[in-house]
């Protein structure tokens, strides 16, 4: 197995364990935080997504898939490409307010389908270019790789467990 294979395999996972995390959830329990101040299964999704999407679209040096579709607006947000929710209050977090499952689906979908074909065109050498020098050592598209989907994997992981505890509730 190459790399691209490897790094395909594991982005690839994403999708399906999204579409679990939101499957059959309304927009109130999407929009519903297991305890006051904590983070809720569309603020946790929509926030992974939006991560991948700006990861993404910077090593492509091309705009993100939540700027060029109507995807904020059916998160009831602005197409803010610098918002990806780091540094989010409780109340912005409850500002997240997807109109269903399906509008995170839709745009996981989409933005997993960008990194795919990004995936399938890397070639071993790209994995080694400096993308951020603000950083010891810099980090490179490899790393930046790997911590775009250790971030999405803790998160949909996240949501998953919430989603347990609404369901219990």
């Known amino acids: 197995m190459d790399v691209n294979d490897l790094l395909a395999e594991a982005y690839g996972r994403l999708p399906d364990l999204v579409g679990s995390a939101v499957e059959g959830l309304g927009p ?3 929009r519903q935080p297991p305890a006051p101040g904590a983070s809720t299964v569309g603020w946790l999704v929509w926030h992974l997504t939006r991560v991948q999407d700006s990861g993404v679209a910077d090593l492509l040096g091309e705009e993100q898939v939540w700027v060029s579709g109507d995807w904020a607006s059916r998160c009831g947000l ?7 929710g780091f540094g989010y209050t409780p109340e912005q977090v409850l500002a997240v307010r997807p109109e269903s499952g399906r509008a995170l689906v839709d745009y996981h979908r989409a933005v997993a389908e960008r990194t795919a074909a990004y995936l399938r065109g890397l070639r071993p050498a790209d994995l080694d270019r400096v993308v951020d ?10 790393v930046r790789l790997v911590s775009l989907l250790e971030d999405d994997l803790q998160h949909v992981g996240q949501a998953a467990y919430v989603r347990g505890l609404i369901e219990r509730g």
């Open 133 to 142: 020098e603000n950083w010891d050592p810099p980090v490179t598209v490899g």
């Open 28 to 30: 109130e329990q999407l």
């Open 78 to 84: 602005t197409a803010d490409p610098n918002d990806t």
